[in-house]
């Protein structure tokens, strides 16, 4: 058992390097990462697709890479958007890893990508552990998940710089707890800022877009003050072994412990490229 412990800490630590690397290269090319987790189904596809349209409409320089185990469905459905889009199929990962997405982005990233999204696997778990370079994370519910997604995903929403709320149109019909859900947030994420957003009827549009560009400016990303898993150590006593200190002050993003790289197979790639006007 320790041993299989310490394998997976070793796992996580090689991640981690990679992710800094990548983090660090981002910010070197004037680009910021935000990756977005949620369960299967949350919306988050729909969500990106108005963000980035919102994006082109006012000239920001962003494209998406969106992971999944099949079909190329999600990036078909970015694609409208007129942005930089590519897919990529893990082939049965259930989560993308820095290194994975470091290959991807070689040779395909416009140079002048000042935000880029990035759809993990739809999964609240494996995802929430494996930092991708990110500098923004952002934790995706929808109304009709309940109120107690946060409890039961306690690393996925207590590792979050943001939490979305999607879906809202259909709140009252889902009977959703507003308050108890914003309440079992703030017990594994206090201080996390939570926004709610409905693809339908434009409730929120733009709001990840502005949060993103702050960030991009360098502006104050929240901190989470409290690891919510055994295994994840934040420097203040509570948990162990994986060390992550987000420290975004800098519009770099955080950073995490050191090690070395760590990679799975990368699976099959498609690509789905689109520019806008006064893109190269």
Do not use: I
Request: hydrophobic residues 40%; contains cysteine; aromatic residues 2%.
């Amino acid at each position: 058992m320790c041993r299989m412990v310490e394998l997976h800490q070793a796992v996580l630590a090689k991640n981690d390097a990679g992710a800094q690397e990548l983090r660090a290269e981002l910010a070197e090319r004037g680009c910021v990462a935000v990756n977005l987790l949620s369960s299967p189904g949350s919306g988050k596809t729909a969500l990106l697709e108005a963000e980035l349209t919102l994006a082109r409409e006012r000239g920001v320089p962003v494209a998406a890479l969106t992971a999944d185990l099949a079909t190329e469905n999600d990036a078909l459905r970015l694609a409208r958007s007129g942005m930089p889009v590519k897919q990529v199929l893990t082939d049965g990962l259930c989560h993308l890893e820095a290194a994975m997405l470091r290959g991807h982005l070689a040779g395909w990233l416009p140079a002048d990508t000042r935000l880029l999204f990035v759809e993990n696997v739809g999964n609240l778990v494996c995802p929430a552990s494996y930092d991708l370079g990110e500098s923004l994370r952002v934790a995706l519910a929808s109304v009709t998940e309940g109120e107690d997604k946060p409890l039961k995903y306690p690393t996925a929403f207590g590792l979050a710089n943001l939490v979305v709320v999607t879906k809202t149109d259909l709140a009252e019909a889902a009977e959703f707890d507003r308050e108890g859900f914003l309440a079992n947030v703030a017990r594994v994420n206090p201080g996390v800022e939570v926004l709610f957003n409905s693809a339908r009827t434009g409730q929120g549009r733009g709001e990840l877009l502005e949060r993103a560009l702050a960030v991009l400016a360098g502006g104050p990303v929240h901190r989470p003050v409290l690891a919510c898993a055994p295994g994840h150590d934040h420097g203040d006593g509570h948990g162990g072994g994986h060390d992550h200190d987000h420290d975004h002050g800098d519009g770099a993003g955080h950073t995490h412990g050191d090690g070395a790289g760590h990679t799975h197979g990368d699976g099959h790639t498609h690509e789905h490229a689109h520019t806008s006007a006064g893109r190269s």
